[in-house]
Nanobody, 124 residues
Framework: QVQLVETGGGSVQTGDSLRLSCVAS????????MGWFRQASGKEREFVAS????????YYADSVNGRFTISRDNNKNTMYLQMNNLTPEDSAVYYC?????????????????WGQGTQVTVSS
């Protein structure tokens, strides 16, 4: 059974940083692409960042490019999202997602496995 467990969310102020983690089990983590998505209240789930199986290529939404960094440690079956210079617009539930392919994509429908989400709240 595949499990993706996110941790690291919380309540912070504008300009602060947070680091999210996602630990995977029951899944060929080291062979497959992973992604982070977020969903704000009343909005659709949106792409944040994705990373190929090797970690050599990564992709970002325009809204977070330059502030967020996605990374992974295949030895620990763990993916990270370093979020810097947070703004209230970044407030959302953040989801870790995995797919059965080494290629990193942006459409949530391309991901087969999802975590339960972790709340990030940024106040001004």
């Amino acid at each position: 059974q595949v499990q993706l467990v996110e941790t690291g969310g919380g309540s912070v102020q504008t300009g602060d940083s947070l680091r999210l983690s996602c630990v995977a089990s029951g899944f060929a983590f080291g062979s497959n692409a992973m992604g982070w998505f977020r969903q704000a209240s009343g909005k659709e789930r949106e792409f944040v960042a994705s990373i190929t199986w090797s970690g050599h290529r990564d992709y970002y939404a325009d809204s977070v490019n330059g502030r967020f960094t996605i990374s992974r440690d295949n030895n620990k079956n763990t993916m990270y999202l370093q979020m810097n210079n947070l703004t209230p617009e970044d407030s959302a539930v953040y989801y870790c997602a995995g797919r059965d392919s080494p290629l990193a994509l942006r459409d949530p429908d391309d991901y087969q496995y999802w975590g339960q989400g972790t709340q990030v709240t940024v106040s001004s």
